[in-house]
């Protein structure tokens, strides 16, 4: 690609921030030679931080934003009265075309608010979800939505679905991925009310592989690549399914160095055993993105290190390279379209 893709970081965001947040950044950079990173917040924090790095100055720029907005503010009063936010000014980086892209650990509320409003959605989409990805036996499954749209309505589940199945498709590669409507059994007569006037209408749509119903469960197994759900059931299910992975990890470990015979065999087995247990890392996936927008936005976790931060930067760079917004807004609208003919 010979246009450098530009991503905007929120520098303030996050537990760690700026240390973690500088150093994935730095990261990043050295990490792929077709990125930019504008790092926004309090210049002289960020500055300093710098200093700890070799990087190639001219692929790192400081933007500064002398507010940060905390994670327990009301989100549209702080979008609206903090405005030399690092959040906010980097989110209009995006909006004025500066930026192609935009990562924060910050406050959720904040970027999805600002997200919204700042950037806008495509025209055609009625809510723009969150959707990170969680690992799984067979690679990785896109919960959508994980916390952005608790009261959602069927129409709103099938542009999830369609959302989610470009996404899966053009940035992780996966071919006519499957869809899954997140259900309490496989039957199809089984659900709550949205499930079951949604679930008539993903069978109906031609341009996605939809595969029926899928049980909790049988998510980290890999049996959909894209897991549909409205936000409250997304987002207690993607913290029960990191709560039990951090739980297992902690057992494997304490009965690993209970005694000397098992210290021994932990010696043994530890290359193979930190390969396996990394691929249930969600560091490596990145963060999650805040899909339907006219520009990227990607939201990490609260609690991320560099390693985080390195690779939702990355992500945005396959997302742009992939015109993913434009390949919305070209399914979105169509079909949209088409369906307002026929009188749906």
């Known amino acids: 690609m010979s246009e450098l893709v530009r991503v905007a970081v929120d520098a303030m965001g996050g537990d760690h921030a700026p240390d973690e947040i500088v150093k994935g950044a730095v990261e990043a950079v050295n990490a792929d030679t077709g990125v930019k990173v504008f790092l926004v917040g309090r210049q002289e924090a960020v500055e300093a931080q710098l200093k700890n790095y070799t990087y190639d100055g001219e692929r790192i720029e400081v933007?500064?934003?002398?507010?940060?907005?905390?994670?327990?503010?009301?989100?549209?009063?702080?979008?609206?009265?903090?405005?030399?936010?690092?959040?906010?000014?980097?989110?209009?980086?995006?909006?004025?075309?500066?930026?192609?892209?935009?990562?924060?650990?910050?406050?959720?509320?904040?970027?999805?608010?600002?997200?919204?409003?700042?950037?806008?959605?495509?025209?055609?989409?009625?809510?723009?979800?969150?959707?990170?990805?969680?690992?799984?036996?067979?690679?990785?499954?896109?919960?959508?939505?994980?916390?952005?749209?608790?009261?959602?309505?069927?129409?709103?589940?099938?542009?999830?679905?369609?959302?989610?199945?470009?996404?899966?498709?053009?940035?992780?590669?996966?071919?006519?991925?499957?869809?899954?409507?997140?259900?309490?059994?496989?039957?199809?007569?089984?659900?709550?009310?949205?499930?079951?006037e949604t679930f008539p209408l993903l069978q109906a749509c031609e341009d996605i592989n939809f595969i029926g119903s899928v049980e909790a469960r049988d998510i980290p197994a890999g049996a959909v690549d894209v897991a549909v759900c409205e936000a409250f059931v997304g987002n207690v299910l993607l913290k029960t399914y990191e709560g039990v992975a951090a739980v297992l990890i902690k057992k494997i470990k304490g009965t690993l160095m209970s005694s000397l015979k098992t210290k021994i065999g932990a010696l043994l087995i530890k290359p193979a055993l930190k390969k396996t247990l990394g691929t249930f890392s969600t560091e490596q996936h990145g963060g999650a993105p805040l899909l339907g927008l006219n520009g990227l936005v990607v939201k990490t976790h609260g609690s991320s290190k560099a390693e985080e931060i390195k690779n939702s930067v990355l992500q945005c760079v396959t997302f742009t390279e992939q015109k993913i917004p434009d390949k919305i807004r070209k399914n979105i609208t169509i079909k949209e379209k088409e369906g307002s003919e026929h009188g749906v």
């Open 63 to 196: 933007v500064d934003a002398r507010e940060v907005i905390e994670t327990a503010e009301p989100p549209v009063m702080a979008i609206r009265k903090k405005k030399d936010s690092s959040i906010v000014k980097a989110l209009h980086l995006v909006k004025d075309g500066t930026c192609d892209a935009f990562v924060s650990a910050g406050s959720t509320g904040a970027v999805l608010v600002g997200g919204q409003v700042l950037i806008g959605k495509i025209k055609g989409v009625e809510r723009a979800p969150l959707a990170p990805l969680i690992p799984t036996q067979k690679g990785v499954t896109l919960l959508i939505d994980c916390g952005a749209n608790v009261d959602a309505r069927p129409s709103h589940l099938v542009q999830f679905a369609k959302m989610g199945s470009i996404y899966m498709e053009n940035v992780v590669g996966i071919k006519n991925p499957r869809v899954g409507i997140v259900n309490i059994g496989a039957e199809e007569e089984k659900g709550n009310a949205l499930v079951k």
